[in-house]
T-cell receptor, first 112, second 112 residues
């Protein structure tokens, strides 16, 4: 009954540090994506993947890297954290061409 | 590029109907969704509609789609205080590999 699992739930980083947000799903979904949520901005797409080995940029990709070595995992890497990356991050998955998106519970990231 | 717009706030009295509106730009949209987000939580799928449908009803929820005007609405009948949340409109378009784009969210306030 796990669905989409994101870790960590909370993280404080110093400017310039790097870190990885982990995301895993156990539903064998092809499509996975990362969004960030900021007040008044809704959800903005950072990167997405339509299958293992395939990734592409979303609306706001700068400062983030992703990889998709397996169907289950889709980590999001912050290369050199900046205060502008303070946000809530959501990982999501869905069957490719499916009609339901499943979200993780969110990761609250603060960069000081 | 693709864009989804919705008003940021809506206030109604308990027992009244709420109507949340959304407009989108991508004419190749295949699925249109409404998600609900309660404070501190992730997004929960409320309902969805295929782009070849005009209306979908699910208990207290009615979704109307005007494909010509690219306008989607969510009506909540007999609104309750438990319906207070942020409601996100989203579309999945066939251009660009089935990306899902979200609106900024409409914050619904229900007054007792």
């Amino acid at each position: 009954n796990a669905g989409v699992t994101q870790t960590p739930k909370f993280q404080v980083l110093k400017t310039g540090q790097s870190m990885t947000l982990q995301c895993a799903q156990d539903m064998n979904h092809e499509y996975m994506s990362w969004y960030r949520q900021d007040p008044g901005m809704g959800l903005r797409l950072i990167h997405y993947s339509v299958g293992a080995g395939i990734t592409d940029q979303g609306e706001v990709p700068n400062g983030y890297n992703v990889s998709r070595s397996t169907t289950e995992d889709f980590p999001l890497r912050l290369l050199s954290a900046a205060p502008s990356q303070t946000s809530v991050y959501f990982c999501a998955s869905s069957p490719y061409q499916g009609n339901t998106i499943y979200f993780g519970e969110g990761s609250w990231l603060t960069v000081v | 590029g693709e864009d989804v717009e919705q008003s940021l706030f809506l206030s109604v009295r308990e027992g009244d109907s709420s109507v949340i509106n959304c407009t989108y730009t991508d004419s190749s949209s295949t699925y249109l969704y409404w998600y609900k987000q309660e404070p501190g939580a992730g997004l929960q799928l409320l309902t969805y509609i295929f782009s070849n449908m005009d209306m979908k009803q699910d208990q207290r929820l009615t979704v109307l789609l005007n494909k010509k005007d690219k306008h989607l609405s969510l009506r909540i009948a007999d609104t309750q205080t438990g319906d207070s949340a942020i409601y996100f409109c989203a579309e999945t378009a066939t251009t660009g590999g089935f990306k899902t784009i979200f609106g900024a969210g409409t914050r619904l306030f229900v007054k007792a």
